[in-house]
């Protein structure tokens, strides 16, 4: 395994080197990827939306407006022109369990996602960290409708749709991102809650798993462990650390990137059933240096497209289909915590991952999503984690 090399280049694009590797079981393919010197893209930056507070994950609205949720509780509605407005704090807790988040926790509200069809249905999918009695909490996939019959839009007919088992009282490694599939059905990362990493392997919980269910909240007869004594239905895949990126690419592949300890960040190929092997099959270093396990592939467990080391901390997760920046038409980019950048990841022709850059440095950001919009430009998602200075960017040609 090969440390990543970190150069900046006129202080815009980043060259970078990292481990790559094929999804194949059981067998170990890591290789050194190349280093990429190009010249700094030229684009520029406008603000959207700023004094956002612990902001999370953002949804495009039909009209170009955006839903926006912040850990801290509140659901927001930003308007193309960048007025907010609350559409429900989830810390009232008047009809739904209140947000569960604290200083110094991972906790919070956290993904918000459109069903689909949501210009027929207006149903809206939101994930968070949820009280559950006086000290644990859990994660929670809650539908709701989005009423629009008001000077603010609201939620309406809220109805749980699922709470990870078992409850916990750590406030750490939460998974939450929802996706949804071409056959109508969503996948849910579930983290290990951090003190449960040996759960992941295990069937009988959710900790570590990616769940998969119908848009209702039922689940899908053909999800690989349906009938298994023991194991839960909703599981599709498990061994998974804590993922905090989940999408379906242009080709219809699920792909996700995870967080490792201090090293190991992965991004996988999700399949039905599989094992992506953590806590017992990994690349990754833990935060005293060492290595978490001394088994970097075994039969029956997936290896990573691409894993990084040390950790880039991914959070949100896009592939780019806009046409303001042709040369980044079907990449991957994958928002980064630790380091302040966004890592754009080239999608090859052949499906396969190839070289990387790290963009927006200059910003000495902490960037929690990134989306493409639907305007074809680049969306970032800051996060500033000393109070509500935390902004929505769009990145546009210069």
């Not at 039909?62 to 022109?81: A, C, W, Y």
Request: charged fraction near 20%.
């Amino acid at each position: 395994m090969r440390n990543c090399l970190y150069l900046v280049a006129m202080g815009l694009a980043v060259a970078s080197c990292s481990n790559q590797g094929a999804s194949t079981s059981g067998e170990k393919t890591s290789q050194l990827a190349g280093r990429v010197d190009t010249a700094p893209v030229n684009y520029q930056f406008e603000t959207v939306a700023d004094g956002l507070d612990h902001p999370w994950s953002l949804a495009f609205l039909p009209d170009g407006d955006m839903l926006v949720t912040q850990r801290t509780g509140k659901l927001l509605h930003i308007g193309k022109d960048g007025k907010q407005q609350t559409v429900y704090d989830f810390n009232l807790g008047d009809k739904f369990p209140k947000v569960h988040f604290g200083d110094g926790m991972q906790a919070g509200l956290f993904d918000v996602v459109l069903h689909p069809q949501f210009e027929t249905n207006r149903f809206v999918y939101i994930s968070y960290a949820a009280k559950q009695g006086d000290d644990e909490n859990t994660l929670l996939l809650m539908r709701f409708e989005l009423a629009d019959d008001g000077a603010v839009p609201r939620l309406a007919n809220g109805k749980q749709l699922f709470a990870a088992a078992p409850a916990r009282i750590q406030g750490n490694h939460y998974g939450a991102r929802i996706a949804f599939q071409p056959d109508g059905t969503l996948l849910m990362p579930v983290g290990d809650a951090f003190h449960f990493r040996e759960e992941a392997q295990n069937l009988d919980n959710h900790f570590g798993k990616i769940v998969r269910l119908n848009d209702d909240g039922s689940v899908p007869e053909d999800n690989p462990f349906v009938g298994k004594p023991g194991a839960r239905a909703e599981i599709w895949s498990y061994g998974h650390r804590n993922p905090q990126g989940i999408i379906v690419d242009a080709d219809g592949r699920v792909l996700e990137n995870e967080h490792g300890p201090a090293g190991g960040d992965e991004i996988n190929e999700i399949k039905r059933g599989a094992n992506y092997g953590w806590p017992t099959v990994t690349y990754a270093l833990d935060y005293s240096g060492g290595r978490v396990s001394p088994f970097e592939a075994l039969e029956g467990t997936e290896q990573p497209l691409v894993h990084f080391t040390p950790s880039i901390a991914p959070s949100g997760f896009a592939q780019y289909s806009g046409e303001a920046f042709p040369d980044w038409q079907g990449d991957l980019f994958l928002s980064a915590l630790a380091l302040k950048h966004v890592r754009h990841v080239e999608m090859n022709a052949d499906g396969s991952l190839g070289q990387q850059q790290e963009l927006f440095g200059e910003l000495n950001a902490r960037f929690r999503d990134v989306r493409t919009g639907p305007d074809g430009y680049l969306y970032l998602l800051t996060e500033d984690q000393s109070g509500p200075n935390s902004k929505i960017l769009r990145v546009v040609p210069k």
